[in-house]
């Protein structure tokens, strides 16, 4: 089994910048695929990026250029590094992983004034 827990998020000004951390623990393995997923109030959850255990990543096109994903694996930790934030980039952010115990972590707000 695996828990994940998001923490970093909160209320920036358009033009700020936030970076959220996922702390993993448990059955959690260095190659297994870890990602961000965000969902906005009334709309369906979105991919954001993924990274692979290699650090190999993908970005939603929205995203592309502004956010940045990484990963500890010494630490089972993820980040999100988000900078020049909009804001429809308001949000609840969630982080998973695949693997042989996939798991989603409880979300954090993700709030950007205009």
């Known amino acids: 089994q695996v828990q994940l827990v998001e923490s970093g998020g909160g209320l920036v000004q358009a033009g700020g910048s936030l970076r959220l951390s996922c702390a993993a623990s448990?059955?959690?393995?260095?190659?297994?695929?870890m990602g961000w997923y965000r969902q906005a109030p009334g709309k369906q959850r979105e991919l954001v990026a993924t990274?692979?255990?290699?650090?190999?990543?993908v970005y939603a096109d929205s995203v592309k250029g502004r956010f940045t994903i990484s990963r500890d694996n010494a630490k089972n930790t993820m980040y999100l590094q988000m900078n020049s934030l909009k804001p429809e980039d308001t949000a609840v952010y969630y982080c998973?992983?695949?693997?042989?115990?996939?798991?989603w972590g409880q979300g954090t707000q993700v709030t950007v004034s205009s």
């Open positions: 998973r992983n695949w693997g042989a115990f996939a798991s």
């Open positions: 990274i692979t255990g290699g650090g190999s990543t």
């Open positions: 448990g059955s959690i393995f260095s190659f297994d695929a």
